[in-house]
């Protein structure tokens, strides 16, 4: 299962042509927007059926040796690898749909006894750090569910669970519990310990989630009903609206299966042999790929500490930009009914000022 060493110009260039759609469609085409579960579905498909055809075509007799082309074990890998997120997904959103008023319950007295903005502050903070330990799916079910009881205004309650999804995204990347990034690279990529990527990445993400706890607190007053907040319509949820939210999020993860396998080629020709500084800009592109698939492709053992850093850095920190690029981000801007533009007007600026930042603590600084 190896590409060919020379890129193939006609298939970079149609994933290329992929790639801008996958990025731009969303912003440009509202049915898109709306549709957004089915739009990356088909595009992904697209992307693995060019490979397929051109990569047998122009590149190698033996299709069966190139990684990115339909087989059996990619149909198998697309259908069982979002089971277990679905699961976790549907699980907890009929615990959450059951125990709604528990919750706000719990969350009033605690709100009746402490200042909104504090409240705001350990919301991001303890999910992301213990996203690391109860995953990020879970993190981010109990972000909307807390979120939801506040009743603020749309535009705060937008900015408040971007700002918390960047915390979770970059916390659930402690340990190999977390996330799918996490599991990969200690288990299959580097076959270190537990404790590997805390002990490499903790002194960059625990101070990063704390700064994202401090920004949220900027984003709220005080406590208000807000006729325009995103949780009104989930008061009426029913157990229907769960189930449809599942399935969403499966045919969501399955779409980013067949891209991150799509594009492989574009990681092995272009990415791969990239400087630290370089592939850490370039891992922006997992705002709308599966970062799990990129650390697949990318992080090899071997490799120097700071190029492991840089890379997953880059990819954790660009995972929060866009509504594809993390699991938390598709499951709170789908529960919420987040727009992709609603998601960019924070989501991308709030990413590069944070990818500046952590440039000049790994390049610069040298820390």
């Known amino acids: 299962m190896i590409l060919p060493e020379t890129p193939d110009m006609a298939l970079s260039a149609g994933l290329f042509v992929i790639f801008l759609i996958v990025l731009l469609g969303p912003f440009l085409v509202k049915k898109i927007e709306h549709n957004l579960e089915v739009f990356l579905f088909a595009m992904g498909i697209l992307a693995v059926t060019l490979n397929t055809f051109l990569l047998k075509v122009t590149a190698s007799p033996n299709v069966e040796e190139i990684l990115p082309n339909w087989n059996l074990t990619l149909v198998e890998k697309a259908l069982v690898d979002p089971l277990e997120i679905t699961a976790a997904v549907l699980i907890a959103g009929l615990i959450f749909h059951y125990g709604r008023a528990k919750l706000k319950g719990l969350t009033d007295y605690i709100l009746g006894k402490i200042p909104l903005k504090v409240f705001v502050f350990f919301i991001v903070v303890v999910l992301g750090i213990l996203s690391s330990i109860i995953t990020a799916i879970i993190a981010a079910?109990?972000?909307?569910?807390?979120?939801?009881?506040?009743?603020?205004?749309?535009?705060?309650?937008?900015?408040?669970?971007?700002?918390?999804?960047f915390a979770i995204g970059l916390g659930a990347a402690l340990t190999p519990v977390g996330e799918p990034l996490s599991t990969i690279v200690i288990k299959t990529k580097l076959q270190e310990d537990f404790w590997y990527l805390f002990n490499q990445l903790g002194k960059y993400i625990i101070p990063g989630v704390i700064a994202l706890g401090i920004l949220a607190m900027f984003f709220v007053g005080k406590k208000e009903a807000a006729k325009d907040s995103l949780a009104a319509a989930e008061e009426k949820e029913t157990l229907k609206d769960v189930g449809i939210r599942a399935f969403k999020v499966y045919i969501f993860v399955m779409a980013l299966v067949f891209l991150g396998i799509g594009f492989t080629p574009i990681i092995e020709w272009y990415i791969k042999a990239?400087?630290?500084?370089?592939?850490?800009?370039v891992n922006t592109v997992s705002a709308i790929l599966d970062n799990a698939t990129l650390a697949s492709a990318e992080i090899t053992k071997g490799m120097a500490t700071l190029q492991i850093n840089a890379a997953l850095m880059g990819l954790l920190i660009a995972g929060g930009m866009l509504i594809p690029g993390n699991i938390p981000n598709i499951i709170s801007a789908g529960k919420l009914g987040i727009t992709s533009k609603e998601w960019a007007k924070l989501g991308v600026p709030l990413g590069a000022v944070i990818m500046v930042v952590y440039f000049v603590v790994l390049f610069v600084l040298k820390i």
């Open 274 to 281: 990239l400087s630290p500084e370089v592939l850490y800009w």
């Open 141 to 165: 079910l109990l972000l909307v569910e807390m979120v939801s009881v506040l009743k603020l205004n749309r535009k705060t309650e937008i900015n408040l669970v971007i700002i918390a999804c």
